[in-house]
C-alpha cells in the first residue's frame, strides 16, 4: 500500500502538501451559494483524504487538515473583515488582523480531523475512509457548539437542492448530510487506492463494494427527498416581506430616523397581506421610543388584512436590551427576544472590551432571551420567529417544533456589503426548511429576502440591495420529521462508534501483526 501512495502525484513534503490543500478548501467554497457547485464538495474532501493516506505523522495531518481549512474559511467567510472595517469602523489593519485570525483559529477543527485520520489510519482504505467521514462530522459539530459556535461553511450546507443528498437532512440534519459529502468523497478515493493495489483481484472486489456504498448513499438520499414528512395546516396565508434597503452606514443616524419610518410604512401600506415582516432591528430605536401613533398606525394596515406585522425593533433601554421582534395587528401583542447572541456584533466576550473600543459598533452588548419562547400566534399560524445568525442552529430552529406551524427569520447582513454573505444565509435558511418540514419566510433589509418552501425550493426572492416588499402565499405545517425529534444525537453518536471501532480495529490489527 505504501507503494501505491508513493505513485500518487500528491507530495509527501510538507509545505507542497499544505499548499495544495490550501487550495482544496479554498476551491471548496465554490460548492456553496451562490455558484452552487455541491458535487465539488465531495470531491475536495475525497482528495484531502487521499493526502492525509500520505501524511507521516498526525502532526502532518493536523497540518493538511489546517491547510485546508484555512483556504476554505479565508475564501469563504473573509466577509467579516467588512463587518469590522467598513461598517464597524475599526482601522483596517487591525480588521484584517482579526479576521486572519478568526478564520485561521476556525481552521483548527479541520485540523483535529486531519490529525485523528492519521493517528487512526490502518491498512484498509475503506475502513480509514468510514473514520475520516466521522471525525470530519464530529470536528464540524464541534465548531459550531464550542465558544457558542460558529457552524458556517459546515459541508452540508453545500448539499441543498437539486443535490441528491438533500433528502437526508429530514433525518440527520446538516451534519449527516456532511457525513454523507465527506463519506462520498473519501469512499470514491478509496475505490482509487484499493484498484491500484498489489493484489489486483482482491483490490479490485473492495473497489467494487466502495463503488456500490457510494451509489447506495446517493441512491438513498434521491429517494428520501420524495417523502413527505409533514402535512399542510390550515389554508394558505398572504404573506409581505419588507426589503427596506437602509445602508448600514446611514441606518443609526438620527436625522435618517424619519425616513426608515416612512420607507417601511409606505411598504406596509402598498403590499396588504395577512402577514407583513419586517426585518431585524428595521426601526433604529428602542421600541418604546418609537411614536406610539407610528405603531398604531402599522398594527392598522395589518388589521385591515385580518392580519398581524412582525417587527424586528430593540427593547429595553440603555441598561439592559434585547433584540426582539414584536407583533402588531389582529392578534394580542407578543414579543420575542434573540437567544443566540453573536460574539463580538451582540455580546462581548470576558476579556474583549479593549477589542470593541476600536469598533464603532451600536448596541453591540445585549442581553440573550430565555432559551423556550413559544412561537406567534398570529395571522391563524403559530409562527416560531428567529433573528439572523440563529437559523445556522439547526436543533435550536427545530425547538419551536411541532408547536410551530411557520418560521420566520428576520436578519440584517447589510453589515457584509456584498459578499458571499447574503447568499450563504439564504442557504442556510434552506436547509432549516428541510429539517424541519417548514415553510421559512426571509424578511431582510439589504438581501436575501425569500419564501423557502418545506423541500429547500426558493419559491420567491428579491433581488439585494433594493427596496421593495416580496408579495406570495406561505403554507402551514404540522408534524415532525425525525430530525426535530431526535436532532443531532443519533448521528453524533454513530460517528463516535464508528471512529472508536476503527481505533479497536487498527490497535488489535496492531497487536496482531507483532505477535
Known amino acids: 500500500m505504501s507503494d501505491t501512495l508513493s505513485t500518487l502525484p500528491l507530495m509527501h513534503r510538507s509545505p507542497r502538501g499544505a499548499v495544495l490543500c490550501a487550495a482544496l478548501g479554498a476551491a471548496s467554497v465554490l460548492a456553496f ?12 474532501l475525497g482528495v484531502l483524504f487521499l493526502v492525509l493516506r500520505t501524511a507521516a505523522s498526525p502532526r502532518q495531518g493536523a497540518l493538511y487538515g489546517w491547510a485546508f481549512g484555512s483556504g476554505l474559511f479565508l475564501a469563504g467567510v473573509s466577509w467579516v473583515y467588512v463587518s469590522l472595517s467598513v461598517f464597524g469602523g475599526m482601522p483596517a489593519w487591525l480588521a484584517g488582523l482579526a479576521t486572519l485570525l478568526f478564520c485561521l483559529v476556525l481552521a483548527l477543527y479541520p485540523a483535529l480531523a486531519g490529525a485523528l485520520a492519521v493517528r487512526l489510519r490502518s ?39 437539486p443535490s441528491p443528498l438533500a433528502g437526508y437532512a429530514p433525518v440527520v440534519g446538516v451534519y449527516g448530510l456532511s457525513f454523507a459529502s465527506a463519506l462520498i468523497g473519501a469512499l470514491g478515493a478509496a475505490c482509487i487506492l484499493e484498484t491500484t493495489a498489489g493484489r489486483a483481484l482482491q483490490g479490485r472486489r473492495k473497489a467494487v463494494v466502495a463503488g456500490l456504498a457510494v451509489m447506495l448513499v446517493l441512491a438513498g438520499g434521491a429517494l428520501l427527498r420524495g417523502v413527505a414528512w409533514t402535512t399542510p395546516h390550515g389554508a394558505p396565508i398572504t404573506v409581505a416581506l419588507l426589503q427596506g434597503n437602509v445602508p448600514q452606514d446611514l441606518k443609526w443616524r438620527p ?18 397581506a395577512q402577514l ?14 418609537i411614536p406610539r401613533a407610528y405603531l398604531e398606525t402599522l398594527a392598522g394596515l395589518a388589521r385591515r388584512q385580518d392580519g398581524d406585522l412582525l417587527l ?11 433584540n426582539s421582534v414584536v407583533s402588531l395587528g389582529n392578534a394580542p401583542s407578543q414579543r420575542y427576544d434573540k437567544q443566540h447572541l453573536v460574539p463580538f456584533g451582540e455580546f462581548v466576550p470576558p476579556g474583549f472590551r479593549w477589542f470593541m473600543a476600536q469598533a464603532n459598533i451600536p448596541m453591540s452588548d ?25 437559523d445556522a442552529f439547526g436543533t435550536e430552529i427545530a425547538r419551536a417544533v411541532p408547536q410551530a406551524t411557520l418560521l420566520v427569520n428576520l ?13 450563504q444565509h439564504l442557504q442556510i435558511a434552506r436547509l432549516r426548511a428541510l429539517e424541519t418540514g417548514r415553510t421559512m419566510l426571509r424578511a431582510t433589509n439589504t438581501g436575501m429576502t425569500a419564501i423557502v418552501a418545506p423541500d429547500g425550493a426558493v419559491l420567491g426572492a428579491l433581488p439585494p440591495f433594493t427596496r421593495g416588499a416580496l408579495r406570495g402565499e406561505a403554507q402551514g405545517y404540522t408534524g415532525e420529521t425525525p430530525y426535530v425529534r431526535w436532532g443531532d444525537a443519533p448521528l453524533l453518536a454513530l460517528a463516535a462508534l464508528i471512529a472508536t471501532l476503527v481505533a479497536l480495529a487498527g490497535n488489535f490489527g496492531l497487536r496482531a501483526r507483532r505477535t
Not at 276 to 289: C, I, M, Q
Not at 314 to 321: A, E, H, I, L, V
Not at 411 to 423: E, Y
Open 411 to 423: 436578519s440584517n447582513v447589510a453589515w457584509f456589503g456584498d459578499s458571499l454573505a447574503p447568499q
Open 276 to 289: 407583513t415582516v419586517l426585518p431585524e432591528t428595521a426601526l433604529p430605536a428602542f421600541y418604546d421610543r
Open 123 to 161: 491498512a484498509s482504505p475503506t475502513l480509514d475512509a468510514l473514520a475520516f467521514a466521522a471525525l470530519w462530522t464530529l470536528t464540524e459539530w464541534l465548531r459550531g457548539w464550542l465558544l457558542t459556535g460558529f457552524p458556517w461553511l459546515a459541508a452540508g450546507y453545500a448539499q441543498t437542492p
Open 33 to 44: 451559494a451562490p455558484v452552487g457547485a455541491f458535487p465539488l464538495l465531495p470531491l475536495t
Open 255 to 272: 436625522e435618517l430616523f424619519d425616513a426608515s419610518l416612512r420607507t417601511y410604512y409606505q411598504l406596509a401600506l402598498d403590499h396588504p
Open 312 to 322: 424586528g425593533v430593540p427593547t429595553g433601554d440603555s441598561q439592559g436590551y434585547a
Open 366 to 390: 445585549f442581553t440573550p432571551g430565555a432559551a423556550n419562547q413559544p412561537p406567534f400566534a398570529v395571522a391563524g399560524q403559530r409562527v416560531a420567529a428567529n433573528i439572523c445568525y440563529e
